[in-house]
């Protein structure tokens, strides 16, 4: 992966990149540590919708807690309208969502 930030970037928005950065990596830790499921873990099923992080019903194995890093608070959150997408399939089969004229 590269980044490259630019000098439009505050310093501020740096530091929440690198902290997420940071996160992830422990995440990644807790999954070869064997703390967390290999196959449904916080980062298999990122991103969360703002659906899935509010549904009364939770199916994965990881607390709600972490739904919302705690470097992360919910003002400065984006949040996705949608969750995983088949990469794979996605990347060689366009699929057009637009309404077209009738």
């Known amino acids: 992966m ?5 000098e439009s970037e505050s310093l501020e928005e740096l530091d929440r990149f690198c902290d997420a950065m940071i996160i992830i990596h422990k995440e990644i ?13 916080l980062l298999k099923n ?3 919708t ?4 509010t ?9 709600g807690r972490s739904r919302l ?12 309208s949608v969750g995983r997408i088949d990469n794979p ?10 309404e077209l004229p009738a």
């Open 2 to 6: 590269m980044v490259e930030p630019t």
């Open 29 to 41: 830790l807790e999954i070869e540590r064997g703390d967390m499921d290999p196959q449904n873990n």
């Open 46 to 48: 990122a991103p969360h």
């Open 50 to 53: 703002i659906e899935a992080l």
């Open 55 to 63: 549904a009364n019903e939770w199916p994965h194995p990881y607390s």
């Open 69 to 80: 890093p705690g470097a992360v608070d919910a003002e400065h959150k984006f949040w996705p």
């Open 89 to 98: 399939y996605g990347d060689r089969n366009f699929v057009c969502t637009c």
